[in-house]
């Protein structure tokens, strides 16, 4: 399972983390990272992580979000820099082993 948390509501241009713990170990996980909701809009992917450590970023996200994993704390982490009013949605991790496996959302809004 996958406990998502961290969400909140901010200011333009200020930052959030997000956290995604595992109830196994993270380095089991194939892939782990993050999809958003926004109103209105279907589901889309922020970011990607492999077990080896390879991210990937759509392009909206791209040089202000960073992806990264806590093997201490077997979380996956998404930190959310310059955020602004088209990053409000609710944000779910995944990741995948046999199967893709889903935390809750976590609601993340950007008030200007």
């Known amino acids: 399972q996958l406990q998502a948390s961290g969400g909140g509501l901010v200011q333009a241009g200020e930052s959030l983390r997000l956290s995604c713990a595992a109830s196994v170990s993270i380095s089991r996980l194939n892939l782990m990272g993050w999809y958003r909701q926004r109103p209105g809009k279907q589901r889309e992917l922020v970011a990607t992580?492999?077990?080896?450590?390879?991210?990937t970023y759509a392009d909206s996200v791209k040089g202000r979000f960073i992806i990264f994993k806590n093997r201490n704390q077997n979380t996956v982490l998404l930190q959310m820099n310059s955020l602004n009013r088209d990053d409000t949605a609710i944000y779910y991790c995944?990741?995948?082993?046999?199967?893709?496996?889903w935390g809750q959302g976590t609601q993340v809004t950007v008030s200007s």
């Open positions: 995944y990741g995948t082993l046999d199967n893709t496996y």
């Open positions: 992580i492999t077990n080896g450590g390879i991210t």
